[in-house]
């Protein structure tokens, strides 16, 4: 069997190295790469999606699909109303990605809690002034306590912070950010958890908390962060991804002091282990054996 397989990747110019990657591992594989100028008989043979999203219409030009498999980790753009219920989805999880993103966190967490944009700012200055801090201990809530978030909660641990987890199970939210001084948001963008980062969310926080998102830009309400932030309820906050990317320029979460703006960049999957597990899915698929890494549509993750 050689399914043809739609290419999606987030952007056009993506499309010959995840080809490449994916020919390398299974030479054999017929790859459409997507173009808004494919026809309707083409379309109409594509049995496969590899990408990070579907544009609103095309699934219904895919009569044949039997597979949606996600590059990304998060899949709600694959998610369209119009995608019919029955065919199943996978994503890929690439280890390597967790680890870059707890790099990340981590980097984000001793900035805040070493002081460094004081420091940076005392450079600025010429100003040699010394502010000695014992060992930061922050207590950390880790908000989605999944591949990625547990690989954050383990790498902060061992870093000396003082660390809960937050899943469906752990009971309600307000109670732990109360307790929290940092919160790092790790959970997948779903009808349940978009908007959930919110001003009742940050009333909630102790008085100079700060934020940490490297899940979606959909969990944070803009304009209350920025409210939040402009009052001192929250020190700052530390945002990889934001509601519209690439962030405008004109964006005002630009210009708020204590806020750190990084371009979706906590984490990189390796085009390899996206060739290796998709293929590997394909197999699966092909003899009928469960998908690894299978999304469980209804609760959207
Ligand atoms: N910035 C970047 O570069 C980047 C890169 C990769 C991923 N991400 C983001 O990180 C997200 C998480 O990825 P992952 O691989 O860790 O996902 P995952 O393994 O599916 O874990 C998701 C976690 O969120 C929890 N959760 C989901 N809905 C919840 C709810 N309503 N209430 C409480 N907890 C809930 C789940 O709880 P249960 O354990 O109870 O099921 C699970 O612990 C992705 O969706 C993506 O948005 C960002």
């Not at 049995?47 to 895919?62: C, E, H, K, N, S």
């Not at 930061?136 to 989605?144: D, E, K, N, T, Y």
């Not at 969310?201 to 932030?229: C, K, Q, S, T, W």
């Amino acid at each position: 069997m050689n399914p043809p397989i739609l290419l999606l990747p987030p952007d056009p110019s993506q499309i010959p190295a995840f080809r490449d990657a994916v020919l390398a591992v299974a030479p054999e594989l017929e790859l459409i790469p997507w173009s808004r100028e494919l026809d309707a008989a083409t379309l109409a043979r594509v049995q496969v999606l590899l990408g990070w999203r579907l544009p609103p219409g095309l699934a219904p030009q895919l009569p044949a699909l039997r597979w949606v498999c996600s590059i990304a980790a998060g899949v709600e753009k694959l998610l369209p109303p119009d995608l019919p219920p029955q065919i199943p989805m996978s994503r890929v999880v690439d280890p390597d990605q967790a680890l870059g993103i707890a790099q990340h966190v981590a980097l984000m967490v001793l900035r805040h809690a070493r002081q460094l944009p004081l420091y940076d700012e005392q450079q600025r200055q010429h100003s040699w002034q010394r502010h000695p801090k014992a060992a930061a201990r922050h207590r950390c809530a880790v908000l989605g306590f999944g591949e990625v978030g547990q690989t954050v909660a383990a790498t902060l641990s061992a870093l000396g912070f003082p660390v809960e987890g937050w899943r469906r199970s752990s009971g309600p939210l307000l109670p732990l950010l109360a307790r929290s001084e940092v919160v790092i948001n790790a959970l997948p963008l779903t009808p349940e958890t978009s908007g959930l980062l919110n001003a009742q969310a940050f009333a909630a926080l102790p008085r100079g908390a700060y934020l940490i998102n490297v899940a979606r830009g959909g969990h944070v309400i803009e304009a209350d962060l920025i409210a939040a932030v402009r009052s001192g309820q929250l020190a700052g906050a530390a945002l990889d991804v934001q509601q519209t990317e690439p962030l405008p320029a004109d964006d005002p979460l630009w210009d708020v002091p204590g806020i750190l703006i990084t371009p979706h960049i906590a984490a990189q999957s390796s085009l390899d282990t996206v060739a290796r597990q998709f293929v590997a899915g394909l197999q699966c698929l092909e003899q009928g054996r469960p998908l690894p890494n299978a999304v469980d549509r209804a609760r959207g993750y």
